[in-house]
């Protein structure tokens, strides 16, 4: 009935400018000129019922139509979106800082590999610890992952390598998302490196990751990830993984063609792979690839940056030929130690040439579809999670611009604000 006002559960309202993503569908990737859609409203509120957006719109909109017993004023700030980040490695038991300053007075990767350094260092304290140490740790670090605005991440394992010690990964990362308001996507690696026991045994430990380590983890994840890389695992150890995760029902995403040119990107597009991550490396014949397919993009420039590397992944190229793009983090602990979605985008501005617009889309909506989340979030659409970020910026395009701190005011999760933590 024309007139009626509508009851809800809350309003936010008031914030200086809503970015909704309502001018582009509610779901899939945006590719080429589709990133620059964002459906901004000046002066913009969002009215949630049972957790999800009922409507998004003017303030003066809003209050006309809806009424809340609650309403949160978000005056003065820039709302997003929640954060999406579709790569991170949240389950480790010790930090790994002195080897970045080993790095950054020009030690490389073998000399830091000999002084006990790199992902093996990390492979030793989560063997060492107790999956109960895991959780406590990967549930400080979900709070800081609130606390930068993100409100989902793809979290994997792949600290552990072996049988016993990938199991108490994904058990300890499934406890943290089971009693943690962040939504995660739990991806199975442990095909990260080969360890110590098997360095003069490869064949050996793939045959371990395939026979032994995923009909383990089968129900403590949805995806499989393979680190491909020469001197890592090859294109057909990695194809060989990969092809045995899909068979056991598992999604697929790939670290592809970092540090040398493998194919990695080729291969992920070859198996339907949900994302190929990393990718400096990339040939033409990748970047036309992931164009004509499915597969996301996922570029991670805090890792060149972090690792001192002069080579970046080509966004404007992949960009300029309709792939799907995304934005992450790789928080790890050793080659990109930060949460910060907003330090990645400004990252991303200056090393990538990446628009504010593209990496709104690429932080938004390309990582949730790369995950398979984007009819849940990613965008406000009516009917969405009530998922998002309140930013102290002065416009859209501040973020990017704005860096060096931590511009979130306060992140929403499901309707309910979670950072800060409610008191």
Not at 1 to 30: C, I, K, N, S
Request: charged share 20%; aromatic share 4%.
């Amino acid at each position: 009935m024309q007139g009626m006002v509508e009851t809800v559960d809350r309003l936010f309202v008031h914030a200086r400018e809503l970015v909704t993503l309502t001018d582009g569908p509610a779901r899939g990737a945006r590719r080429g000129a589709a990133m620059q859609d964002l459906g901004v409203i000046a002066d913009g509120a969002i009215a949630v019922r049972g957790g999800r957006v009922v409507a998004v719109g003017t303030t003066d909109s809003i209050a006309r139509d809806y009424r809340a017993s609650i309403e949160h004023d978000l005056s003065g700030t820039v709302v997003l979106p929640g954060f999406v980040d579709g790569h991170t490695h949240p389950v480790f038991a010790a930090t790994r800082e002195d080897e970045f300053h080993m790095r950054c007075a020009g030690a490389d990767y073998m000399a830091i590999a000999a002084a006990g350094g790199g992902i093996l260092s990390s492979v030793r304290a989560v063997r060492a610890a107790t999956e109960d140490e895991l959780l406590a740790r990967t549930m400080r670090i979900f709070d800081g992952f609130l606390a930068a605005g993100t409100t989902t991440i793809e979290g994997k394992s792949g600290y552990g390598l072996s049988v016993e010690d990938e199991v108490k990964s994904l058990r300890a990362l499934t406890r943290a998302r089971d009693s943690h308001p962040l939504d995660v996507v739990r991806t199975f690696l442990g095909a990260h490196e080969v360890p110590l026991e098997y360095r003069d045994r490869r064949e050996a430990y793939v045959d371990l990751v395939i026979d032994e380590m995923l009909p383990a983890v089968v129900g403590l994840c949805e995806a499989c990830d393979v680190f491909a890389e020469p001197g890592v695992f090859d294109l057909e150890q990695s194809r060989r993984i990969l092809r045995a995760a899909k068979a056991a029902g598992l999604r697929l995403r790939i670290h592809a063609d970092e540090i040398r040119p493998m194919g990695g990107a080729e291969l992920a597009v070859e198996l339907g792979a949900d994302s190929a991550d990393h990718l400096p490396q990339v040939s033409d014949a990748g970047i036309r690839a992931l164009a004509g397919s499915d597969t996301t993009a996922v570029l991670l420039p805090g890792t060149s940056f972090y690792l001192g590397k002069p080579k970046h992944a080509p966004a404007r190229a992949l960009i300029d030929a309709g792939a799907a793009v995304a934005l992450a983090t790789d928080y790890n602990p050793g080659s990109c130690h930060t949460q910060s979605m907003p330090l990645i985008v400004t990252l991303a501005c200056v090393l990538l040439h990446m628009g504010p617009a593209e990496c709104i889309v690429a932080s938004t909506i390309n990582p949730a579809a790369s995950l398979g989340l984007d009819a849940d979030i990613g965008t406000l659409h009516p009917g969405k999670q009530a998922d998002f970020v309140a930013l102290d910026l002065p416009s859209h395009r501040g973020l990017g611009y704005v860096f060096g701190g931590n511009p979130t005011v306060a992140t929403v999760k499901r309707g309910e604000p979670v950072w800060p933590k409610p008191r």
